[in-house]
Antibody
């Protein structure tokens, strides 16, 4: 069965960075695209960017450019999201989700990784 | 890129039909037939209901239907059930490999 398994909850101080992993289970991640999105408490979904899991390309939402990095480790079938210069408004649940090549929709989603930014 | 506009809440009685709108611009919803819809229950990850405006993933109930007119996409849920009580989000391709989600709609089954 196809799953995306994300790393556990994180607590960070303002100004720090966080790196979240998303491991593919039941499939090899490299032919696919991985989207990242986040959801602040009680709020809607916010698209952060898309990574071609073979590492060839990535596109970041304008609001995150300059402080977001998406990467792949093919040896562990894992993709990563790193967000730097964290502020309190980065407190959210972060999700990865799989898209087939050329697809505009995602399925499945990871279970989500809560990130809390607090001094 | 601004979020697509959805009504904050929609409600209906069991068995009724409801429609959720998703309004964007000529740069996203209006430009591409690449609108998808997601359902999210509290504390859970979203799941896809509709993709490419009207298509349903294999095995998904035909009670969920999608459509689009101009800059507005819509999701209709027919035969409303208690299990349909959840948050719903639209998502559109916006060009240059970018996507944008809607503001989200809370569906309440009365």
């Amino acid at each position: 069965q196809v799953h995306l398994v994300q790393s556990g909850a994180e607590v960070k101080k303002p100004g720090a960075s966080v790196k979240i992993s998303c491991t593919a289970s039941g499939f090899t991640v490299t032919p696919y695209y991985i989207h990242w999105a986040r959801q602040s408490p009680g709020q809607g979904l916010e698209w952060m960017g898309i990574l071609n899991a073979n590492g060839a390309s990535r596109t970041y939402a304008q609001s995150f450019q300059g402080r977001v990095t998406m990467t792949t480790d093919t040896s562990t079938n894992t993709v990563f999201l790193e967000l730097s210069r964290l502020g309190s408004d980065d407190t959210a649940v972060y999700y990865c989700a799989k898209a087939a090549p050329g697809a505009s929709w995602v399925d499945p989603w990871g279970q989500g990784t809560p990130v809390t930014v607090s001094s | 890129q601004s979020a697509l506009t959805q009504p904050a809440s929609v409600s209906g009685s069991p068995g009724q039909s409801i429609t959720i709108s998703c309004t964007g611009t000529s740069n996203d919803v209006g430009a591409y037939n690449l609108v998808s819809w997601y359902q999210q229950h509290p504390g859970k990850a979203p799941r896809v209901l509709i993709y490419e405006v009207t298509k349903r993933p294999s095995g998904l109930s035909n009670r969920f239907t999608g459509s689009k007119s101009g800059n507005t996409a819509s999701l209709t849920i027919s035969g409303l059930q208690a299990a349909d009580e959840a948050d719903y989000y639209c998502c559109s391709y916006a060009g240059s490999s970018c996507y944008v989600f809607g503001t989200g709609t809370k569906v309440t089954v009365l």
